[in-house]
């Protein structure tokens, strides 16, 4: 997915972006921000901001303090410090927009001193990284095995090695609590490594995944979306959407992230629609709410004693029967409001710019019958005739 100049250079390793996060392709990283003061230098007196934010495998993200003063630009692999050894990630952020980052990630590390950017990462450290990436996928399928004997309930959907390959962290969903004390010593004596558990949620699991959702597109969560808000089935209720599960649901099976971008929108024109339950008295008898069209601004209404029969009428029109009804007056009927709707007629095929008709190619249908009946035709002759010189010779 990366662009050249962010793609793997020699013997793997990362080339690293040099378009700071614009390249058109957006594959450089997952939740890439965009450095709007790359080419903006600091006032007199100034000096720059020494954390910088790290990218580790997937989408996870962490700020780091650079008490070395090193000269760390977006792309850099560099060594920074963990519980215990240290850890290869890629510089995803410097300068003053880390401070913002932090600020409204609510990052500080007033109690415990900040982590700390060891050095820029060596050839070897690099090396020691790749091998553990490597050995991820090979790791996660021998745990999945190792949970599925001891029969725990919970899925590894994945495995991250630290960046010295001292120790891996496997990340499991599960819905109830599950006691992993037996599987943790079984996979340090199969793995020989430290074992971290963390238990995440379903969302979480399809951020650091990825895939292409029902749209077509890379998933929100793991290109840009940094925050999970909660989404209810009101929203797809506001926005007048079939409650079908399967549409609804996305790759984590919970519910789509975008059926909260449009609501608003939505409750914003419903403030002066009339409710769904809405009910008209008219002297032809009473009539109920059938459907409704936010953006037409249209409701489709019929009488108790015709369910079948439907009116169409428009908001306004609609509000100003209800303010009649509020008065205890009642109107004629809705035939007098009703609006005929034009139906435009679906043009199938035209013919633009000189085309000819699609099946100019096929063959006409009754030509290979007649050919067919020709040659009987011929054949039958040619009997006839070779039975007549038979005969003659015979007598």
Avoid at 10 to 15: E, I, L, N, R, T
Avoid at 39 to 53: K, Y
Avoid at 74 to 79: F, H, S
Avoid at 293 to 310: A, R
């Amino acid at each position: 997915m990366g662009c050249s100049s962010c793609s793997t250079g020699k013997d793997g390793q990362p080339k690293g972006c040099k378009n700071n996060g614009t390249c058109g392709t957006d594959g450089c990283n997952k939740l890439t921000v965009f450095d709007w003061l790359s080419n903006m230098s600091l006032p007199n007196g100034e000096r720059p901001f020494d954390f910088v934010e790290v990218r580790f495998k997937n989408s996870r993200k962490e700020f780091f303090q650079n008490t070395e003063n090193l000269s760390l630009s977006i792309g850099d692999i560099v060594a920074t410090e963990a519980q215990s050894g240290h850890d290869i990630g890629m510089v995803t952020l410097t300068g003053e927009l880390v401070r913002v980052q932090m600020k409204r990630k609510k990052e500080t590390f007033n109690d415990a001193p900040a982590p700390k950017v060891y050095r820029k990462a060596s050839q070897k450290d690099i090396d020691i990284w790749q091998k553990c990436r490597d050995r991820e996928e090979e790791i996660k399928k021998r745990a999945r095995e190792i949970a599925i004997i001891l029969k725990l309930q919970m899925k590894i959907s994945d495995v991250e090695f630290q960046g010295d390959g001292s120790k891996a962290t496997f990340y499991y969903t599960a819905d109830e609590r599950v006691d992993f004390r037996q599987l943790i010593k079984d996979m340090a004596k199969a793995f020989g490594i430290r074992i971290e558990m963390r238990q995440i949620g379903y969302r979480q699991e399809a951020q650091r995944l990825g895939g292409i959702g029902s749209c077509g597109r890379e998933l929100c969560c793991s290109t840009w979306l940094t925050d999970f808000r909660s989404v209810s089935t009101s929203a797809a209720r506001y926005q007048q959407l079939s409650l079908n599960p399967q549409k609804l649901a996305g790759q984590c099976g919970k519910l789509k992230c975008c059926l909260n971008y449009e609501l608003d929108v939505y409750l914003d024109a419903l403030k002066d629609f009339p409710a769904q339950d809405t009910k008209l008295f008219t002297e032809k008898g009473l009539a109920f709410c059938q459907k409704t069209d936010i953006f037409k601004e249209m409701l489709w209404f019929s009488y108790k004693e015709d369910p079948g029969n439907w009116h169409v009428l428009s908001k306004d029109q609609v509000n100003e029967i209800l303010q009649k009804n509020k008065k205890k007056e009642k109107v004629a009927s809705l035939e007098i409001y009703a609006i005929d709707i034009e139906v435009e007629e679906k043009v199938v095929f035209e013919n633009v710019v000189g085309q000819d008709s699609l099946t100019r190619f096929d063959k006409p249908k009754g030509s290979g019958n007649k050919n067919k009946n020709r040659n009987r035709n011929r054949n039958k002759n040619k009997n006839k005739n070779r039975n007549r010189k038979r005969n003659q010779n015979n007598a």
